[in-house]
């Protein structure tokens, strides 16, 4: 309890327990969830998790925080902990070994890393029931951003195309120990259920969105002739002289099967 917060594993300890409070009652466990906690660090949200479910597998990075983790953990419930690099943990694996249909994450995720973690969940959305991540402001901002907004870009769209995005409340620099130098806030993916997801090729979509993005202030014909010409965006129904920025997630997925059928 108390280490000295590692910069480098970009440790920002919850301590403020109103906000801790509002978080568990946003995610509200229950004994029959398979709860994963990404970054448990000292305990902040596992702790009140662990005592709502009962049992809470968790994937911590750094080894020093472990031992009084687990210790701490003990007289609460069944805390499993997992020693590794949350983006080297499969988890359509995890779920299968513990025989569940479905995940729940939660996190107050390291900000260094928090966009792989994000695109990392989104390929694993088909085994998550949700999501309830800490993140900077600014990413839920550009997450939840719609079509036509200064912030709306890649994983935006990136993010719609698997989730509902619901962004839920703010969290002041002051909640965390040490303080980061942004604003924090907390925000719910729901993974889009399988019969109304696309049905496009990841890889396409990952490679169009990409595209149109890199050079956001450039005409669609411009940014993506590398992948399309003009008549094939035309097929997609999408205008080639319009920019990225004001495209909806669903134009991306047309322009990606246009992309696939070529
Ligand atoms: N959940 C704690 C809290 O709210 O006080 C700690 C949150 S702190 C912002 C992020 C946590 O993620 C730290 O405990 C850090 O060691 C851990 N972490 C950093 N990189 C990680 C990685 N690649 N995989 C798993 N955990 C990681």
Same mark, same amino acid.
Do not use: W
């Given at each position: 309890m108390n280490a000295r917060p590692k910069k480098s594993y970009?440790?920002?300890?919850?301590?403020d327990t109103r906000y801790i409070e509002n978080i568990v009652r946003a995610i509200s466990p229950r004994p029959t969830?398979?709860?994963l906690e990404i970054g448990p660090g000292e305990?902040?949200?596992?702790? *009140?998790?662990?005592?709502?479910?009962?049992?809470?597998?968790?994937?911590?990075?750094?080894?020093?925080l472990i031992p009084a983790l687990r210790a701490r953990a003990a007289a609460m419930g069944e805390l499993h902990v997992i020693h590794a690099d949350v983006l080297k943990v499969d988890f359509a694996a995890l779920a299968h070994s513990h025989g569940v249909?479905?995940?729940?994450?939660?996190?107050?995720?390291?900000?260094?890393?928090?966009?792989?973690?994000?695109?990392?969940?989104?390929?694993?959305?088909?085994?998550?029931?949700d999501m309830h991540f800490m993140l900077q402001k600014e990413?839920?901002?550009?997450?939840?951003?719609?079509?036509g907004s200064k912030v709306y870009g890649r994983l935006s769209v990136m993010l719609q195309l698997a989730c509902r995005v619901e962004p839920l409340f703010s969290v002041p620099p002051e909640a965390f120990r040490p303080p980061p130098k942004v604003d924090s806030a907390v925000v719910r993916l729901l993974p889009?259920? *399988?019969?109304?997801?696309?049905?496009?090729?990841?890889?396409?979509?990952?490679?169009?969105?990409?595209?149109?993005?890199?050079?956001?202030?450039?005409?669609?014909?411009?940014?993506?002739?590398?992948?399309?010409?003009?008549?094939a965006i035309r097929r997609a129904d999408v205008d080639p002289k319009a920019r990225a920025e004001t495209l909806a997630p669903s134009d991306f997925v047309r322009l990606a099967k246009i992309y696939s059928a070529a």
């Open positions: 970009g440790q920002h300890f919850l301590h969830d398979f709860m305990g902040a949200l596992t702790l *009140p998790l662990l005592s709502a479910a009962g049992k809470l597998t968790a994937i911590e990075l750094d080894t020093d249909q479905r995940i729940r994450i939660a996190g107050n995720l390291p900000y260094y890393i928090s966009s792989p973690i994000l695109f990392h969940c989104v390929r694993h959305a088909a085994v998550l029931q990413v839920v901002e550009r997450m939840a951003a719609e079509p889009i259920p *399988p019969d109304e997801r696309h049905d496009a090729d990841p890889a396409h979509v990952h490679a169009v969105v990409k595209a149109a993005f890199a050079q956001r202030r450039k005409t669609l014909a411009n940014a993506l002739k590398q992948l399309l010409d003009s008549d």
